[in-house]
């Protein structure tokens, strides 16, 4: 996957400048897919270039202009092509697990505090991400929001990231235990 369909992916939901792109990538993409703000602009002007996205300046009286972007027809046609190719399975790539394969030969002191830490920013975004999947329902329960919601793309993909730092933070947590009692069995550590 390339920026470019995430980005197309999350201008779906209407016209947004790259500061408000950028907020949304924060809340609702970031389960998913991580970007800076200086590559979504640089995305986006890569889609505007390429037709992909139409963007329109709003002038403001007392702040400075502004540029919205939409999805373009052939954007939307980008995106199509792109649900109906095959996807790659997915893989793991985290510099705490290179540590924590480490652990039994360096300090483990570091590394059960990055765990902890871990598990403390999964907890954070496990709170964020269900009050957006309150948000994103509304009066609705969560069934019927997936029977009959206008736009349920979002909340299953936070539904997907919620399950995601659920389970990271349980892992986290489990592992700085079986460090610690290591530490403890080994080195009589109370």
Not at 4 to 33: P, T
Not at 53 to 71: I, M, S, Y
Not at 93 to 108: F, I, S
Request: aromatic share 6%; net charge neutral; charged share 30%.
């Amino acid at each position: 996957m390339a920026l470019r369909h995430a980005v197309l992916a999350a201008l779906l939901d209407g016209e947004f400048s790259g500061y408000q792109l950028a907020k949304a990538f924060d809340i609702g993409v970031a389960n998913f897919w991580h970007a800076l703000p200086q590559q979504l602009y640089a995305e986006l002007a890569r889609l505007e270039r390429d037709g992909l996205v139409a963007g329109r300046q709003v002038v403001q009286e007392t702040r400075p202009n502004k540029r919205l972007f939409r999805v373009t027809e052939a954007g939307r046609a980008e995106l199509e092509a792109f649900a109906a190719a095959a996807s790659k399975p997915s893989f793991i790539r985290d510099d705490l697990l290179v540590k924590v394969q480490a652990a039994d030969r360096v300090g483990t002191a570091p590394v059960i505090g990055q765990l902890e830490e871990r598990a403390s920013a999964a907890e954070a975004k496990i709170e964020l991400l269900s009050a957006l999947l309150r948000q994103l329902r509304g009066d609705v329960d969560e069934e019927e929001f997936l029977l009959r919601g206008e736009r349920i793309g979002p909340y299953l993909t936070c539904l997907r990231g919620l399950a995601f730092e659920r389970e990271h933070r349980d892992w986290c947590l489990r592992i700085a235990a079986v460090l610690r009692e290591r530490r403890r069995a080994t080195h009589g550590e109370r």
